[in-house]
């Protein structure tokens, strides 16, 4: 998926679409996305002056919206402007090394579970084939 396909099924706009390219999607299992990382980002002004690091919630929410371009996918939801994705719980976040620019962030989401509404998943983010982050995401999905 390029970035239309992403915005057509994603309701984040710039700058809080943190998604530039599904790599890989697998219905019902997991996707694979990247997130480009550039120092124009308008985070980088404050966060940190002379010291440009990806705020750990930014990594979070891209996470997030791996995620719920997997449930979307996998559920193969026709008008996704009719629904939205909100977290219910987030578990276990882990920040084992800076994002910076310059870097691209690359997350898989994983689908761990679904009962009742209730979407559990695994997410990293990971810089040149390290670790960066890892959380479990809780989220339900609502009609609009």
Same mark, same amino acid.
């Given at each position: &998926?390029?970035?239309?396909?992403? &915005?057509?099924?994603?309701?984040?706009?710039?700058?809080?679409?943190?998604? !530039?390219?599904? =790599?890989?999607? #697998?219905?019902? =299992?997991? %996707?694979?996305?990247?997130?480009?990382?550039?120092?124009?980002?308008?985070?980088?002004?404050?966060?940190?002056?002379?010291?440009?690091? &990806?705020?750990?919630? %930014?990594?979070? #929410?891209? &996470?997030?919206?791996?995620?719920?371009?997997?449930?979307?996918?996998?559920? !193969?939801?026709?008008?996704?402007? !009719?629904?939205?994705?909100?977290?219910?719980?987030?578990?276990?976040? $882990?920040? =084992?090394?800076?994002?910076?620019?310059?870097?691209?962030?690359?997350?898989?989401?994983?689908? @761990?579970?679904?009962?009742?509404?209730?979407?559990?998943?695994?997410?990293?983010?990971? @810089? !040149?084939? =390290?670790?960066?982050?890892?959380?479990?995401?809780?989220?339900?999905? $609502? #009609?609009?």
């Amino acid at each position: &998926m390029e970035i239309n396909e992403i &915005m057509k099924v994603l309701p984040h706009r710039y700058p809080f679409l943190l998604i !530039d390219r599904v =790599k890989s999607f #697998e219905a019902h =299992k997991n %996707l694979v996305a990247t997130k480009n990382v550039t120092i124009n980002e308008p985070f980088f002004n404050g966060h940190f002056p002379g010291h440009p690091v &990806m705020p750990g919630v %930014l990594i979070i #929410e891209a &996470m997030a919206q791996a995620a719920a371009l997997l449930a979307f996918k996998s559920l !193969d939801i026709i008008k996704p402007e !009719d629904h939205v994705v909100y977290f219910v719980g987030i578990d276990r976040a $882990r920040f =084992k090394k800076p994002v910076v620019p310059g870097d691209q962030l690359v997350i898989t989401a994983e689908i @761990v579970r679904n009962i009742r509404g209730i979407w559990k998943f695994s997410a990293r983010g990971e @810089v !040149d084939g =390290k670790l960066a982050s890892e959380a479990v995401l809780m989220c339900t999905m $609502r #009609e609009v």
